[in-house]
């Protein structure tokens, strides 16, 4: 079952389509250089942060530097960022997105230009930075500590999920209330900034083509409960790009509309991603491995099959109620059905929404086994991993692995180690379709 | 009908030749160098001759060990986790739960009612909880590495060793000395720190009995009761524990052979080095 290691750190791609996504993220560089040189407005902004729309919907375009990161690990092109950061006493258990992005401003601004050779002409000086509290305190903290290195205001933005235990009703108003203000307070930030008003009207264009494209990518993803699976997790790590880096435009609409025309004629003919698909895999958590994606196509090389994965997903297709006619309280309203998608279902048998999840990823997928990526440096995905996989054994007798490394930083990743453990994996699906 | 296991440890080259009674016929140990191939073959030559055979009579060889990709003579590769788990079934049918400490690696190994691997975990990469992490403390304290268990076992109490970095337990090994904290007790220190070590990764899986620990860790007996204290409960060993993962690798070739599959090729009995 041994086989050869590949030279490359990207992954082949399952569809065409993923295949585009390069010239989409060198896009989101070059517009924001162009935007600069035209006196547009530009951002560092954060995924998830529910503020996307607004920023489309107000002409500033977003620069999103956590992207920025992963692109670096791709190109294997991190360590003169990582090493500046620590440098400037950043810890190297500090999020290796944020030592990247810290690292890059204190360089750029030391050499007083971007540096040499930076992946994808590197980034311009933002106008503004908007940080976010969804998903972990980094990110909050980020762009505060770039100021540093950059003389531009920061906003940071509180994106707030109640917890599990709660009950929804009771809770309810008083969190999409708060998830308004804060809102709205982004938004007269923005207001100062640009020296403009927003359009409502143009925010809800901005809204409908966003739930467009969401709506769009959660049908793809549905159409690969297909067997054999039409589109593996790999390219799921390249087309998310357009959902989460060009939410609200017609770009992302167009986008999941072609890829979602491509699987659906691979899952018509059965077109699968591999030949012969033996084993179906669930990718847990964690984030991915950017520095060595064509571990995906290593895992293919067994037949084994990364599926579906719950990680940079698209959120499930929520349905606001239609007595809500303001489009920031639609923005509130949308975050908080969101996030609270799956707590009902928890508070009835597991108590965590995330297991259940992967619960009902691993029945409508027909899963044989459950792969976890520990990031070293990001608590956000690894804090409670060891306790999901375990909560999720207790209702599910699949085969669980968990491999170690980080999102970036190559000093936390063993390669032998990685193939030992997979190679192990892979004779405990092999003896158990054996039966 | 014979039956050839290879297991190519980081420091340790073993071999097993069982029938198809799951018997030991014979067992070699080598030491593991950086010419696996070459060494390979010697030890395999070894065991063919204790067990008055001749090489073309194995019916099945399978190699494993993290050496294992370079034994051209295997009829199949398989991971240690795998064939561990086989090994110590045959010797404990009533296993659940196998802990491996390992010259460079620890592993914990969750088997199913079957006897099939459920689950497993491995230590990261890092000395912390290995044989090695014995070995480089006992070059700093200037005892053999054979003598730690037994003065473990002697020990008054132990002393605390918090740092599992083997790099920083040096270190603090050394202040623990300088303090005039007695040798026996900061031996003992170090093997309740390596079993914590590889209990909780053990403790992922669920620990349930009976509990295995094999592995050359199973051979010091300071640690295999220190792993039992933290567990709660009596674990077993093995009788020969630097040799489960070879016999499992022949038993896997047992089984292949058992289900109709034949080696695919004429074995290559080469004998290369890296040098040549």
């Known amino acids: ?435 | 009908m014979p039956f050839a296991g290879m297991d190519i440890g980081s420091t340790m080259t073993k071999v097993v030749i069982a029938d198809e009674q799951e018997k030991i016929l014979a067992s070699h140990i080598g030491p593991t160098g950086a010419e696996h191939r070459h060494l390979a073959l010697k030890v395999m030559d070894e065991t063919v001759k204790k067990a008055a055979l001749s090489f073309d009579a194995l019916d099945f060889v399978v190699a494993t060990g993290y050496g294992r990709i370079n034994v051209p003579f295997a009829d199949r590769q398989i991971t240690e986790i795998t064939c561990h788990a086989r090994g110590i079934r045959s010797l404990f049918p009533s296993a659940r739960i196998i802990i491996d400490i390992g010259g460079q690696d620890s592993k914990g190994i969750k088997l199913d009612e079957t006897g099939k691997v459920a689950n497993f975990v491995m230590n990261d990469k890092c000395a912390a909880g290995t044989g090695r992490f014995l070995e480089v403390i006992s070059e700093t304290l200037g005892i053999n590495l054979t003598d730690m268990g037994d003065l473990a076992l002697s020990a008054d109490g132990f002393v605390q060793i918090s740092n599992m970095c083997t790099v920083f337990a040096e270190h603090e090994v050394t202040s623990r000395l300088a303090e005039g904290a007695g040798v026996a007790e900061i031996v003992a220190g170090l093997h309740e720190a390596i079993a914590s070590r590889v209990v909780n990764m053990t403790r992922h899986l669920g620990i349930e009995k009976d509990v295995v620990v094999t592995g050359g860790g199973a051979k010091n007996q300071g640690l295999v009761r220190a792993i039992a204290g933290k567990i709660g409960f009596a674990v077993l060993t093995p009788p020969e524990p630097f040799i489960t993962g070879a016999l499992g690798a022949a038993l896997v070739g047992m089984d292949f052979y058992s289900r109709g599959v034949r080696p695919a090729k004429e074995r290559k009995k080469e004998e290369v080095t890296f040098f040549s």
């Not at chain 1, 930030?189 to 966003?210: H, N, S, V, Y």
């Not at chain 1, 950017?290 to 719950?310: D, K, M, P, Q, R």
């Not at chain 1, 085969?399 to 930083?409: A, E, G, I, K």
């Open chain 1, 1 to 435: 079952m041994e086989q050869a290691q590949q030279a490359k750190t990207t992954a082949v791609k399952g569809t065409d389509t993923a295949r585009e996504v390069r010239a989409l993220v060198k896009n989101i560089y070059r517009s924001a250089h162009e935007a600069k040189a035209e006196g547009k407005k530009v951002a560092y902004m954060m995924v998830a942060s529910q503020y996307d729309e607004i920023l489309r919907a107000m002409d500033i375009v977003p620069l999103p530097t956590e992207n920025y990161a992963g692109l670096c690990a791709a190109k294997r092109d991190m360590d003169r960022f990582l090493l500046k950061a620590e440098a400037d006493g950043y810890s190297q258990v500090l999020c290796s997105y944020a030592r990247i992005g810290l690292g890059f401003d204190s360089l750029r601004k030391e050499l007083g230009h971007i540096p040499e050779g930076s992946p994808d002409g590197g980034m311009p000086v933002p106008d503004m930075m908007l940080g976010s509290s969804a998903v972990c305190d980094p990110r909050f903290k980020w762009y505060q500590a770039t100021s540093r290195y950059l003389e531009v205001p920061t906003y940071g933005i509180d994106v707030v999920a109640p917890p599990p235990q709660d009950d929804l009703n009771a809770v309810r108003d008083y969190y999409i209330q708060y998830q308004r203000d804060q809102l709205k307070g982004l938004i007269g930030f923005l207001e100062a900034q640009t020296g403009r008003k927003m359009d409502p009207d143009r925010l809800w264009e901005c809204i409908r083509l966003g739930d467009k494209a969401w709506q769009l990518w959660y049908d793809i993803d549905r159409l690969r409960v297909a067997i054999p699976c039409p589109m593996p997790s790999q390219d799921h790590f390249s087309i998310m790009v357009a959902g989460h880096y060009y939410t609200g435009t017609q770009i992302a609409v167009d986008f999941y509309q072609k890829l979602y025309d491509e699987v659906k004629y691979k899952v018509d003919h059965k077109i699968g991603v591999i030949p012969d698909e033996k084993y179906r895999i669930l990718y847990g958590g964690g984030l991915p491995p950017w520095h060595t994606l064509w571990i995906f196509n290593y895992f293919e090389s067994f037949g084994a099959v990364f599926v579906i994965e719950n990680v940079y997903r698209g959120y499930d297709p929520v349905e606001v109620p239609s007595f809500v006619k303001d489009p920031v309280d639609f923005l509130a309203w949308r975050a908080f059905l969101r996030f609270t998608r799956y707590h009902e279902k928890a508070r009835s048998r597991s108590g965590n929404p995330i297991v259940e999840k992967l619960l009902d990823m691993i029945a409508d997928y027909r899963i044989d086994g459950v792969v976890f990526h520990a990031c070293r440096s990001c608590r956000a995905t690894t804090i409670g991993q060891t306790h999901i996989k375990s909560e999720l054994g207790k209702y599910s007798d699949l085969p669980m692995m968990q491999l170690v490394s980080d999102m970036v930083d190559l000093r936390d990743y063993s390669e032998a180690q990685w193939k030992a453990q997979i190679g192990a994996f892979m004779e405990a699906l092999e003896g158990r379709s054996r039966g």
